[in-house]
């Protein structure tokens, strides 16, 4: 926890993600939040353009991330191995608690889970477009891509939700493995 | 073209659609609608709610055939084929030349992508429930809804943007085929 005291950014998304787990996103100001992290009000904004960003700003990194986790993978590694493997180490990143909480705010306020649901998808297309950088044909990075991101959504849920699923990683492999009997 | 004619739902849709496509979704009032229509806003608003509503019409049907469909399917059909099978059926409903209007005017607005995943997620949601009541394990019934629901937007791609592809349901399994190879 040491972490929050020193950095105004993370100190203001633990803030915000309490808060609007007390009261809800719409009840809750940028004010709210600024005072509850011990900063002000244009601090806030020096990191989040608004209160709804506080919740996003992690998918750029994420996403930069899974790409070049994908652009350095061994290129014996199947398409949709690849993916999934990217994808999983990037979800090794998440903090349960937080991860827990936000998705509970999310699920809580429709246009915050439309918006999350378009950063999948933006992150489904990146994905797609990291496979065919390494050769894969459209179709194929199309399918490996989508089919990557249902393990990932599968696995996050089961994480979050199951306390003895094991760690993210853990959850990634066992949805993949259930999949291929699925379609097996 | 002789429905459009006496559906007054129909021609709205129809008119609704074309000037999306020439002036934008925020350009168009639902005035400029009825009267394309050749009907009062009165009559725009027995049928829908506002002008996105339009466009999302079709999803409460589309979603309770498919839900019925894999309540009838045959027992001894694997929990994906069963969702797949009933996704498809669903699908080879829609009209091409109108799908490819629509999905324009969806690409084209941020907010209106939004509320498609979103429908696309509650339609995950359903499938996923409707196996669970044929006895299908949690488990397994989220990972098969979920990924049929990836071979629907995967087909529907596909069958919007190549006009080599075929009927609705030929896409669909023809995407099902290359995910049984990239997991297999």
């Known amino acids: 926890m040491g972490r929050w005291l020193e950095d105004a950014q993370g100190r203001l998304q633990h803030s915000a993600l309490e808060l609007f ?19 002000t009000e244009r601090t806030f904004f ?26 350095s ?3 014996t590694l199947s ?8 994808l999983s180490s990037g979800g090794s990143l998440f903090v349960r608690a937080y991860s827990q909480q936000r998705s509970a705010v999310i ?11 378009l950063k999948l ?4 297309a990146a994905v797609a477009g990291a496979l065919r950088a390494r050769g894969v ?28 699923s094991g760690e993210f990683e853990q959850c990634s492999t066992d949805v993949l493995r259930q999949l291929r009997q699925l379609t097996g």
């Open 46 to 71: 020096r990191y989040f353009a608004d209160k709804r960003e506080v919740l996003f700003a992690g998918s750029r990194e994420l996403q930069a991330a899974v790409v070049e986790a994908i652009a």
């Open 137 to 164: 044909s459209d179709e194929n990075a199309a399918v490996a891509a989508e089919t990557a991101m249902t393990v990932f959504k599968l696995a996050f849920e089961r994480w979050i939700s199951d306390p003895g």
């Open 107 to 117: 699920a809580a306020n429709p246009s915050l889970h439309e918006r999350e649901l």
């Open 79 to 86: 398409p949709l191995d690849t993916a999934c493997g990217a």
């Open 73 to 75: 993978a061994p290129s």
């Open 21 to 39: 787990g007390e009261r809800g996103f719409e009840q809750t100001t940028v004010a709210d939040i600024a005072d509850r992290a011990g900063v």
């Open 121 to 124: 998808a933006t992150m489904g």
